[in-house]
């Protein structure tokens, strides 16, 4: 009953290729995001999806391709893999609240795609 | 200059010890403030949230924001060498924004 989950957990593949990573949620959230984590654990936002609908896209590459097919659901897609690119990608997911006394803005994360471009 | 600064560690203490983590930032408009716990290997987890200023406590976790300086702690009392992880303090504007992210301060609990 894993509540966000990721496949691959491990991925080692050759510069230039496509690969792409799934990312599932059974909590009933409405928000999805990706993370990227370099090597030295720095955490930072790459996409976020809001019942499949785009609503944060930060300076990301467009070789990186988000794609939402319903709620549950957020996976990444990476054209022609750079050795930068080598990174932990966590996917996280939330439910929106306005309520300011919740945590509608808690994020739960998966437990990571290690990414290894060689 | 990042939005907001942590120092990485890694901070090394005895078991029992009290742990003391602070986060800086500079954007005033954050609102909501969290701490994730990240062992290795793992995804980070949610340990306090605090909206605006103030304190809170949870067990043995005790979170504190000061807006006025831009500062946000974690105290962790009593601690244990399964707190050894990394902490990673996060703060949004608003719900539905992106959390901004520190980069994580290593602890290591000694027995």
């Known amino acids: 009953d894993t509540a966000v989950s990721q496949t691959p957990k491990y991925l080692v593949t050759q510069m230039g290729n496509d690969k792409s990573i799934k990312c599932e949620q059974n909590l009933g959230h409405d928000t999805m995001y990706w993370y990227k984590q370099d090597s030295k654990k720095f955490l930072k936002i790459m996409f976020s999806y809001n019942n499949k609908e785009l609503i944060i896209n930060e300076t990301v590459p467009n070789r990186f391709s988000p794609k939402s097919p319903d709620k549950a659901h957020l996976n990444l897609h990476i054209n022609s893999l750079e050795l930068g690119d080598s990174a932990v990608y966590f996917c996280a997911s939330s439910h929106l609240s306005e309520r300011r006394d919740s945590v509608g803005e808690t994020q739960y994360f998966g437990p990571g795609t290690r990414l290894l471009v060689l | 200059q990042k939005e907001v600064e942590q120092d990485p560690g890694p901070l090394s203490v005895p078991e029992g010890a009290i742990v003391s983590l602070n986060c800086t930032y500079s954007?005033?408009?954050?609102?909501?403030f969290m701490w994730y716990r990240q062992y290795s290997r793992k995804g980070p987890e949610l340990l306090m949230y605090t909206y605006s200023s103030g304190n809170k406590e949870d067990g043995r976790f005790t979170a504190q924001v000061d807006k006025s300086s831009k500062y946000i702690s974690l105290f962790i009392r009593d601690s244990q060498p399964s707190d050894s992880a990394t902490y990673l303090c996060?703060?949004?504007?608003?719900?539905?924004?992106?959390?901004?992210f520190g980069g994580g301060t290593r602890v290591l609990v000694k027995p």
């Open positions: 954007n005033s408009a954050f609102q909501y």
């Open positions: 996060a703060m949004t504007k608003a719900a539905g924004n992106k959390l901004t």
